[in-house]
């Protein structure tokens, strides 16, 4: 690879450390909480979550990485952070930068596999009358209730089963699909596998735009930090959404429920949703540019 090509830039080791360290700061004020609450073996429903539900550790957060293109200067190996002397860096001298060559076939197959969902999921019409009917059909007829030890319900299961009944669920989400109760299941307007996701995910969706952190996680180091926390910052955004419209009861963590079995509630969760699904959009724009970036990295 020739890393003196114009499409690489150069960063001095100062303006590197400034960066990073400012990522840390930004990032640390997500992480700090999680990490303290899990040495205690406490939980918070909405601030826990994204650690909990999607495989990556707070570390990966906190860490800074330049991405594909960057070049970091420095006047001693040993004062490297170590995530920088990785097998996906190659160390020349007194600079380091993500190395494309170490990425093979297979995981360039699922970088395109992944660019390809994002780029259908962009594609379809988006659907804002779900109105997070997702996590009441979880609950449906106390088959399952996910969060019981840690939030109670707050309306009698009669008016969630009754909510669930009467309502039309839209559900594109097969990752939250699969978490329904056996008999809401059928109750969903359309069929979901995990191989059908290409065809079914759509822009509007809180948990599709909520995923970009885990498409994000999955292509690192090579994408950068910087998008990463973007995409995390929007998904703690999403998941506040979707607690706030759920059936639980999560006042002893201060969260104001958005009731969306009130028709106020669903028109108030519909504009959260549009707001939100408008920075996914644009977030899951440079995502795709980033990733295909990658893929014709030689």
Same mark, same amino acid.
């Given at each position: 690879?020739?890393?003196?090509?114009?499409?690489?830039?150069?960063?001095?080791?100062?303006?590197? #450390?400034?960066? &990073?360290?400012?990522?840390?700061?930004?990032?640390? *004020?997500?992480?700090?909480?999680? %990490? $303290? +609450?899990?040495?205690?073996?406490?939980?918070?429903?909405?601030?826990?979550?994204?650690?909990?539900?999607?495989?990556?550790?707070?570390?990966?957060?906190?860490?800074?990485?330049?991405?594909?293109?960057?070049?970091?200067?420095?006047?001693?190996?040993?004062?490297?952070?170590?995530?920088?002397?990785?097998?996906?860096? #190659?160390?020349? &001298?007194?600079?380091?930068?993500?190395?494309?060559? *170490?990425?093979?076939?297979?995981? %360039? $197959? +699922?970088?395109?596999?992944?660019?390809?969902?994002?780029?259908?999921?962009?594609?379809?019409?988006?659907?804002?009358?779900?109105?997070?009917?997702?996590?009441?059909?979880?609950?449906?007829?106390?088959?399952?209730?996910?969060?019981?030890?840690?939030?109670?319900?707050?309306?009698?299961?009669?008016?969630?089963?009754?909510?669930?009944?009467?309502?039309?669920?839209?559900?594109?989400?097969?990752?939250?699909?699969?978490?329904?109760?056996?008999?809401?299941?059928?109750?969903?307007?359309?069929?979901?596998?995990?191989?059908?996701?290409?065809?079914?995910?759509?822009?509007?969706?809180?948990?599709?735009?909520?995923?970009?952190?885990?498409?994000?996680?999955?292509?690192?180091?090579?994408?950068?930090?910087?998008?990463?926390?973007?995409?995390?910052?929007?998904?703690?955004?999403?998941?506040?959404?979707?607690?706030?419209?759920?059936?639980?009861?999560?006042?002893?963590?201060?969260?104001?429920?958005?009731?969306?079995?009130?028709?106020?509630?669903?028109?108030?969760?519909?504009?959260?949703?549009?707001?939100?699904?408008?920075?996914?959009?644009?977030?899951?724009?440079?995502?795709?540019?980033?990733?295909?970036?990658?893929?014709?990295?030689?």
């Amino acid at each position: 690879m020739d890393v003196t090509a114009d499409k690489y830039q150069n960063l001095i080791e100062a303006e590197w #450390r400034k960066i &990073a360290q400012d990522h840390f700061e930004i990032a640390t *004020t997500f992480t700090a909480g999680p %990490r $303290l +609450r899990r040495d205690h073996g406490e939980k918070h429903p909405v601030e826990d979550f994204l650690f909990n539900y999607y495989p990556y550790p707070i570390a990966l957060l906190e860490q800074w990485h330049p991405g594909l293109g960057i070049i970091l200067e420095f006047s001693d190996l040993e004062l490297l952070p170590a995530h920088l002397k990785g097998r996906r860096y #190659r160390i020349d &001298a007194n600079s380091c930068y993500v190395d494309p060559s *170490t990425i093979d076939e297979k995981e %360039r $197959l +699922r970088f395109q596999w992944i660019v390809e969902l994002l780029e259908a999921t962009e594609r379809h019409v988006p659907n804002y009358a779900c109105h997070g009917l997702h996590e009441w059909a979880m609950v449906y007829r106390a088959e399952e209730i996910r969060h019981a030890t840690i939030a109670p319900l707050r309306l009698p299961q009669a008016e969630i089963d009754e909510l669930v009944s009467s309502r039309p669920i839209t559900c594109t989400h097969f990752d939250a699909f699969r978490f329904f109760a056996n008999q809401a299941k059928p109750l969903n307007r359309h069929p979901l596998s995990l191989d059908s996701r290409h065809e079914n995910e759509q822009p509007g969706c809180v948990h599709a735009n909520m995923d970009l952190y885990k498409w994000a996680a999955k292509s690192m180091p090579w994408i950068g930090s910087k998008i990463l926390l973007e995409t995390f910052q929007l998904a703690t955004q999403l998941r506040d959404l979707d607690m706030r419209a759920s059936p639980y009861d999560l006042s002893a963590w201060n969260v104001v429920p958005i009731k969306i079995e009130t028709p106020d509630g669903r028109k108030a969760y519909e504009t959260e949703q549009r707001r939100l699904a408008a920075l996914g959009s644009d977030l899951r724009k440079k995502l795709i540019q980033a990733i295909h970036r990658v893929i014709s990295a030689r």
